[in-house]
């Protein structure tokens, strides 16, 4: 006795590889990054975690407002986001000297910067954490 299916008009083109084809290029991907120094990988790897980082959005507002982040302030930043990822916070608005950020805490990636925020009367939305710094 044969039983046919209807597929909608489908047919089988080729029969079902093996998995082995996937592990193949796992290997040529493993081997291609042996193949860089180690230093060079190291050293990518600490600039991808090293602080944060500026979407091209908040760099035109810092510039554009004439914000200063000296190295003492961008250290307090870092320190706010370290402490918002860990409490588990997804989009975090860090305040400090006058100045709010928003920060996209799992990219450690600042989407905007505002100057006086409290003068202007700013709302903020879509944030789960504040953190107020000196």
């Known amino acids: 006795m044969r039983t046919n299916f209807h597929l909608?008009?489908?047919?089988?083109?080729?029969?079902?590889?093996?998995?082995?084809?996937?592990?193949q290029s796992v290997k040529e991907t493993v081997s291609a990054e042996q193949q860089v120094p180690f230093k060079e990988l190291f050293?990518?790897?600490?600039?991808?975690?090293?602080?944060?980082?500026?979407?091209?959005?908040?760099?035109?507002r810092i510039q554009e407002?004439?914000?200063?982040?000296?190295?003492?302030?961008?250290?307090?930043?870092?320190?706010?986001?370290?402490?918002?990822?860990?409490k588990g916070s997804k989009q975090s608005l860090v305040l400090m000297n006058n100045a709010a950020y928003i920060v996209n805490v799992p990219s450690r990636t600042i989407?905007?910067?505002?100057?006086?925020?409290?003068?202007?009367?700013?709302?903020f939305t879509a944030i789960d954490s504040a953190v107020c710094i000196e």
């Not at 003492?72 to 990822?85: C, G, P």
Request: proline share 7%; net charge positive.
């Open 65 to 86: 407002r004439g914000m200063n982040l000296t190295p003492e302030v961008m250290s307090k930043i870092n320190a706010a986001v370290e402490q918002a990822a860990a």
């Open 8 to 23: 909608g008009g489908l047919r089988p083109q080729a029969p079902v590889q093996p998995v082995q084809s996937q592990k």
């Open 43 to 60: 050293d990518r790897e600490l600039k991808r975690t090293d602080g944060v980082q500026f979407s091209h959005h908040a760099s035109q």
């Open 111 to 123: 989407i905007t910067a505002l100057d006086q925020p409290f003068q202007q009367g700013h709302l």
